[in-house]
């Protein structure tokens, strides 16, 4: 049974630029949840996806968009990248309902050059 | 709202014992703990929804204090599998997202 599968794995991508990370959750899985993790900081929330909608979004600015298909994939766009959007990011599913836990791919490393 | 966790770093010779701890200011619905070794995904240990509620998992456990809001991961008689950086997730009410600490370093030594 297929995990949760994200690419690319690595990406560099120039200042100002715009780049999409995609992610196929668990099956089963309905819920998308993107986390931008910092070197050796916390995962942080950019938001999460439910029935194609956005459902709950973090403190990331407008640039950071995203979308939910109707197979549960999902999509992150970053727009006009900034050096300081080089990080981890990571792509989480679940069940509606979370009463099991998250499970993460492995991530997409972004750098901005 | 992010948790707290304490301590940032643990080192531990292999049988040694550990506990991480992580607090909110928020009512929580729900924690959660994870183990991320360096360049890999963060995995799931186990989730705790009551509170008081206590689970093991091998030689790991953890508590959920909800009237406090606090959780610890304990970390009996230590494997150097274990070593890897702890996170806690937590779930407020009425929040559909989980926020997560900042992690605890753990490395335990032969």
């Known amino acids: 049974d297929a995990g949760v599968t994200q690419s690319p794995t690595h990406l560099i991508k120039t200042r100002g630029q715009q780049v999409t990370l995609r992610c196929s959750p668990k099956?089963?899985?309905?819920?998308v949840s993107w986390y931008q993790q910092a070197l050796g900081q916390g995962p942080q929330f950019i938001f999460q996806y439910y029935e194609e909608e956005e459902r709950q979004r973090g403190n990331f600015p407008d640039r950071f968009s995203g979308h939910q298909f109707p197979n549960y994939s999902s999509e992150l766009n970053v727009n006009a990248l900034l050096l300081g959007d080089s990080a981890l990011y990571l792509c989480?599913?679940?069940?509606?309902?979370?009463?099991?836990?998250?499970?993460f791919g492995s991530g997409t490393r972004l750098t901005v050059v | 709202q992010q948790p707290v966790q304490s301590p940032q770093a643990v080192i531990l010779r292999e049988g040694e014992d550990a506990v991480i701890n992580c607090s909110s200011s928020?009512?929580?619905?729900?924690v959660h703990w994870y183990r991320q070794k360096h360049g890999e995904a963060p995995v799931f240990l186990m989730i705790?929804?009551?509170?008081?509620e206590q689970k093991g998992h091998d030689k790991i456990s953890a508590s959920f204090n909800e009237k406090k809001q606090q959780s610890s991961l304990y970390l009996t008689a230590s494997q150097l599998s274990y070593s890897g950086t702890y996170f806690c997730?937590?779930?407020?009410?009425?929040?559909?997202?989980?926020?997560f600490g900042a992690g605890t370093r753990l490395t335990v030594k032969p």
């Open positions: 705790l929804l009551k509170g008081g």
């Open positions: 997730g937590t779930h407020e009410y009425n929040n559909n997202d989980m926020r």
């Open positions: 989480a599913s679940s069940e509606s309902g979370d009463s099991l836990g998250y499970t």
């Open positions: 099956s089963g899985h309905d819920t």
């Open positions: 928020k009512a929580l619905y729900s």
